[in-house]
C-alpha cells in the first residue's frame, strides 16, 4: 500500500498553514506549504517522496527521531533539511519563537513532469541521502525564491513556477544524490526549424500565461531536455527569454502610445500593473513611467504615473505572466 504524501500527514498536525487556498492553487511548482512552526511534539511521521523542508522566519530548536538516529539542531539561514525517499520520522519535538514560520516542499516529480521527464530528473538508483542539518546557501536561495513566488500568489506564472522546481530538482539530484549516475549534462542546441517553432509560440503567446509545456511541445521535445536545449541555444532560461521579449514589448507600447500602464500590463502578459513596473526596474534600471517620459521627452497624466503601481490589471491575463 503506497504512503500518503509527506504534506497531507503536516496539514493534519497543529501547525497550520500561512498561505491561502488561492496562493496555493495558483502555484504549478512542486507540492509545498507554509506552515506557522509551533512548539509542538508530532509522532508518526511518514511519506512516500523525499522532501526539503527549512525555516524561512524565526528561532527555533529541534530534536528528531528518523531511521534510527536522534539529531539535536538549531537550524540557521541556509540550514535545509533533506529527508529521504520512504520518508520515516518517529518523532519530532519543536520549540520555536513565536512568529517561526517553515517552508516544506514535498519532492514528487510526478506532479510535476510528464512521464518522460521523470528519469531525467531522478535517473536509474540515484537516490538522496537524508542530511537534516545540511548548510547550502545556494539551495536555500532556491526555496526562499520559491516561498516568495507562492507566498505572492505566483505572479511571475507557471513558467517561472515550472522552471524553479526543475531547477531544484536538478540540483538536489546532482548535488546531494548518491548512487548511480548523476544526471547527464546534454549538450547540443534546437535545430534552426525547433527554434523557428518555439520563437513563432513565444511571438503568439507571450501576452498568454504561456507554460514550458507549450513551448517544449512546439520544440518537439521533452520539457526538461527543453530547458537544457533553450539554455545552450539563447544562453539563458525560457522565464527570461519570454520576461526579456514582455519587457520589450511594454517598451514599444509606452513609446508609441498613451495606453495607460494598467492596460500595457495586461496587454504583455504582466499579471499586474506593479509587476510590469518591477521587471521594468530590474531589466531597464527605470519604471515605466519614467522610461515614458525619458523616451518621449515629456511628463504623463496623473493616472499613467508609477504611484498607481500597485492597481490591479483590468485586462490581467489568465494566472499572471510566465
Known sequence: MPRPSWLSVLQKAPEPSVLSDGALAAWAGLRLSIFQAQSVELRGQHGEHPAVAMILRGRTRARIASRGQTCDFCPGPDSVGLFA????????????????ERLVIELDPGTLTRRDDIETLRPPRRRLKQDLTLCDPQLAMLMRLVADEVRGGSPHGALYAESLSLGLMSYLYAGHGVGGA???TRRGTLTAAQRARV?????ARFGEDLGIDDMAAAAGVSRF?????FKHTFGVTPYRFVLARRVAAARQLLAQTDLPLVDIAGITGFGSQSHLSAAMRRELGQAPGEWRRATRGGSQDADQS????GKPSKSRSPRGSA
Do not use: K, N
Not at 85 to 100: H, K, N, S, Y
Not at 199 to 203: A, F, K, Q, S, Y
Not at 306 to 309: E, N
Open 85 to 100: 525517499p520512504m520518508l520515516d520520522v518517529g518523532w519530532t519535538r519543536w520549540d520555536c519563537e513565536p512568529g517561526a
Open 306 to 309: 508609477d504611484a498607481s503601481a
Open 225 to 229: 531536455h527543453f530547458i537544457r536545449l
Open 199 to 203: 520563437l513563432d509560440t513565444v511571438e
Open 182 to 184: 548523476s544526471p547527464a
